[in-house]
């Protein structure tokens, strides 16, 4: 879902403490949204109030809806019918993961390591740019993991979008 361009930012002149809330997470959101190149459809803007000479503008905005399979991997993941997969690098798991992720390596993938987690279970794949999901996936069908499903969102995105996140 995109918004057109010429669509105003919300500006109030009184912020409220929900207003810095809101502005932190639009942050978050807007940085993984422009990595992934979803920026566009990040906020949508309803109209304009000027600033007095006193008092700041503050824009506002809710974070973005999640697309429909990613609402639905959620729901999958908080209720155990599913698993997800990180196959980033140990050092990348440490600058930030997705509270919800177990850390499988790409590199232990292509070593031959089998993870020792649930091989029935639906396995969602994630790493930072949606790239070696690609590489991870068929080894991880070929190691016995019966429905493997590849995201095409990285890390940033997906943190962006609302799933909790831990350093």
């Known amino acids: 879902q995109t918004f ?3 669509q105003k930012l919300a500006f109030r002149t009184e912020p409220t403490h929900d ?3 809101r502005m932190l997470a639009v942050s978050l959101s807007a940085f993984g949204l422009l990595r ?7 906020v949508l803007h309803q109209g304009c109030a000027p600033a007095s000479a006193v ?9 973005p809806s999640l697309p429909e399979h990613l609402e639905a991997m959620k729901e999958e993941l908080e209720s ?5 997969f990180d196959v980033r690098e140990p050092q990348e798991w440490a600058s930030g993961h997705l509270k919800l992720a177990k850390l499988v390596p790409l590199s232990d993938l292509m070593e031959g390591e089998v993870p020792k987690y649930e091989r029935s279970l639906l396995t969602y794949v994630h790493c930072a740019a949606g790239i070696r999901v690609h590489n991870a996936a068929p080894v991880l069908e070929a190691m016995g993991f019966e ?7 990285g890390f940033a995105t997906l943190a962006g979008l609302g799933f909790e996140y831990e350093r």
């Not at 992934?36 to 990040?42: F, K, T, V, Y």
């Not at 008092?55 to 974070?63: D, G, M, Q, W, Y």
């Not at 429905?147 to 969102?153: A, S």
């Open 36 to 42: 992934s190149g979803l920026a566009r459809s990040a």
């Open 55 to 63: 008092t700041r503008s503050v824009c506002s905005a809710s974070l």
């Open 19 to 21: 207003d810095a809330d």
């Open 4 to 6: 057109p361009s010429n």
């Open 147 to 153: 429905r493997v499903v590849p995201l095409p969102e």
């Open 80 to 84: 155990g019918e599913a698993q997800l």
